[in-house]
DNA sequence: TATTGTTATACTCTATAACTATA
DNA sequence: TATAGTTATAGAGTATAACAATA
């Protein structure tokens, strides 16, 4: 393998280390988590519950899911692309796309174009106000969600972190 | 806030960290990912879901889930507390514990015992069955899966990692 | 009255097969 | 025949209300 420097931590939430060093991680009253403390699948599932938690908190005025704004996002990137090319491209799968761009659709934040030259596909594309939602729920979750972030880990840090999910995600 | 020092990243899959730039990552033939490339939810649950595959092919012969590790491992670590207590530790709701108690009952690696003291409760307790099970998950767990993302990642970042998810769990 | 385990239930996600209309 | 969108369906995971036994 080819490693990052070492990514020296230090400082950060003292009692907390201290905590996981202790085994008693966790706000569980007093179970001992034991090996569960180690594990980073477990790590991983708990922030990412977390982060999900305050997306939808700092996006809430919109009314968009993580999942709905990822689509809004892939349409703006990629306008006239069909269904299942911007399903696939976020790992969902074609059936279970059906009633999400329904959704979306009934809000007038996409629409369905048949394409001129496949009859059978839809071009997807971004309505005025679905490019005004995402505009402002892509300032909202800059302003409010990924700064708070920033502030918990700091900058570095996010960075690093978004690396190295980023590596686990395509090179494991 | 209190900073880490910095996690300083370098050469690990230099192509694929190219192609993060380029804005085109993820393996979706050539959509482009925007804003989405850095949106730390995003990754955390793409890795997330790779992770937990991971487990469950690493430990797949002894059927067992992240889930149902997280409990077994629980029980090992706090002999006698009842489903009260495990479900809460784990974040499990009460009501959805009854049937996964069901099942590792069934299979024999657990036992409810009703309490003496509260004869409401049920003090969990694992089998000799259950402890062996345990213990094999763990090797395979240590062995296979958590020597893999120490492979990917190198043991610095990899402890890096965790910290941060912890810190995200517990302080975000 | 409160709590433990439980049932029932519902809603979201995810996954697969099969249909339709086009190609 | 193959593909795009769709329907139907089934299975996990998660959430809340309410009940019986016990405290």
């Given at each position: 393998m080819t490693a990052y420097k070492a990514a020296q931590l230090d400082t950060v939430k003292p009692s907390r280390i201290a905590r996981a060093a202790d085994?008693?991680?966790?706000?569980?009253?007093?179970?001992?988590?034991?090996e569960l403390s180690d594990l980073l699948?477990?790590?991983?599932?708990?922030?990412?519950?977390k982060v999900f938690d305050d997306f939808l908190r700092c996006v809430s005025s919109l009314h968009l899911t993580p999942a709905q704004f990822s689509v809004l996002l892939l349409m703006e990137q990629n306008p006239g692309r069909n269904q299942t090319e911007i399903a696939n491209a976020l790992g969902i799968l074609r059936p279970n796309f059906v009633a999400m761009l329904d959704?979306?659709?009934?809000?007038?934040?996409?629409?369905?174009?048949?394409?001129?030259?496949?009859?059978?596909?839809?071009?997807?594309?971004?309505?005025?106000?679905?490019?005004?939602?995402?505009?402002r729920a892509k300032k909202l979750v800059a302003t409010k969600h990924e700064a708070r972030l920033n502030e918990v880990l700091g900058p570095a840090n996010r960075a690093a972190l978004l690396q190295m999910l980023t590596t686990i995600a395509e090179d494991f």
């Open positions: 085994d008693e991680v966790g706000g569980n009253g007093d179970l001992r988590m034991g699948g477990y790590a991983l599932k708990r922030a990412q519950l959704g979306l659709e009934s809000r007038e934040l996409c629409m369905r174009v048949r394409s001129a030259h496949d009859r059978r596909s839809h071009s997807l594309v971004l309505t005025d106000r679905g490019r005004a939602t995402l505009a």
